[in-house]
């Protein structure tokens, strides 16, 4: 056995250097992917965001899904028997997290809450905005921000859009 076994420490040391010429290639591109997807994720809640808007204004066409409260909150039901607060015939801020299924119940102005599955933070910053972030999204800031505009006590526009760091 006076037979060469094992590797030399040249060899062992040119093979650590391709991994981590590999290496230097590949951990940002998975990165930048991983990151991508988490967007679009965010992207597609905005999709869904659009959509249940847009069902709510035709939802509050109907007399019999409209409910004025005695305080003037008006809410309309629309699926599974849950009703939303609306202003006009849009969305109240409020209501986002509750409507995309994020969260049981409407959110109270001003508090940053989790999801309850605990993947979103939703706040209401106040009565004209209020947005969703993915939690651990790699130090990338980016929210959906739902912002509506008044007209005296009615909202008569929201714009839904993906702000702060997004591929868009």
Same mark, same amino acid.
């Given at each position: 056995?006076?037979?060469?076994? /094992?590797?030399? +420490? +040249?060899?062992?040391?040119?093979?650590?250097?391709?991994?981590?010429?590999?290496?230097?290639?590949?951990?940002?591109?998975?990165?930048?992917?991983?990151? %991508?997807?988490?967007?679009?994720? $965010?992207?597609?809640? *905005?999709?869904?965001?659009?959509?249940?808007?847009?069902?709510?204004?035709?939802?509050?066409?109907?007399?019999?899904? *409209? %409910?004025?409260?005695?305080?003037?909150?008006?809410?309309?039901?629309?699926?599974?028997?849950?009703?939303? *607060?609306?202003?006009?015939?849009?969305?109240?801020?409020?209501?986002?997290?509750?409507?995309?299924?994020?969260?049981?119940?409407? +959110?109270?102005?001003?508090?940053?809450?989790?999801?309850?599955?605990?993947?979103?933070?939703?706040?209401?910053?106040?009565?004209?905005?209020?947005?969703?972030?993915?939690?651990?999204? %790699?130090?990338?800031?980016?929210? +959906?921000?739902? *912002?509506?505009?008044?007209? %005296?006590?009615?909202?008569?526009?929201?714009?839904?859009?993906?702000? /702060?760091?997004? $591929?868009?």
């Amino acid at each position: 056995m006076n037979g060469k076994m /094992g590797f030399s +420490l +040249l060899e062992l040391t040119f093979v650590i250097v391709i991994l981590s010429i590999l290496a230097m290639f590949a951990i940002p591109e998975y990165t930048k992917t991983h990151r %991508e997807a988490k967007i679009a994720v $965010l992207n597609d809640m *905005r999709g869904k965001l659009t959509n249940a808007v847009d069902n709510l204004k035709t939802a509050s066409n109907i007399d019999s899904r *409209r %409910e004025t409260l005695a305080n003037g909150l008006v809410f309309v039901q629309y699926d599974s028997k849950k009703s939303y *607060r609306v202003s006009g015939q849009t969305l109240y801020p409020t209501e986002i997290c509750h409507i995309l299924g994020l969260r049981s119940r409407a +959110l109270l102005e001003g508090i940053e809450v989790d999801s309850t599955d605990g993947n979103y933070t939703c706040k209401n910053v106040n009565k004209s905005y209020s947005w969703i972030k993915m939690n651990k999204l %790699e130090s990338t800031e980016c929210t +959906l921000s739902y *912002r509506v505009r008044y007209n %005296e006590d009615i909202i008569t526009s929201a714009d839904i859009k993906l702000v /702060g760091e997004c $591929l868009e």
